[in-house]
């Protein structure tokens, strides 16, 4: 079983940047698809970005052109490089691994955007 582990949270001033990593305890390199969600104050929780084993990447509307998703399957870690981060990207940050009759979640990062 994949254990996953979020880092790099953190409070940011509006516009700044910050980069969140995802480290997997097992191999993620047969993992369809890795992914970052996060869910904000009231909110649900909410797809951000997602990257498949092939490297194809999706975002979400409210991140594209400042978010970036990668992952490195040799060091079996997924990375979300944030820029020009706005208040609204207040959120608790999640790591998800999913693929057939698999679904794995770190326990999630908290990021704080304030002036």
């Known amino acids: 079983q994949v254990q996953l582990v979020e880092s790099g949270g953190g409070l940011v001033q509006p516009g700044g940047s910050l980069r969140l990593s995802c480290a997997a305890s097992?191999?993620?390199?047969?993992?369809?698809?890795m992914g970052w969600y996060r869910q904000g104050p009231g909110k649900e929780r909410a797809l951000v970005a997602r990257?498949?084993?092939?490297?194809?990447?999706y975002y979400a509307t409210s991140v594209k052109g400042r978010f970036t998703i990668s992952r490195d399957n040799a060091k079996n870690m997924v990375y979300l490089q944030m820029n020009s981060l706005k208040p609204e990207d207040t959120a608790v940050y999640y790591c998800?691994?999913?693929?057939?009759?698999?679904?794995?979640w770190g326990q999630g990062t908290q990021v704080t955007v304030s002036s």
């Open positions: 097992g191999s993620i390199f047969g993992i369809a698809e």
């Open positions: 998800r691994g999913t693929d057939a009759g698999r679904d794995y």
């Open positions: 990257v498949t084993s092939g490297g194809n990447t």
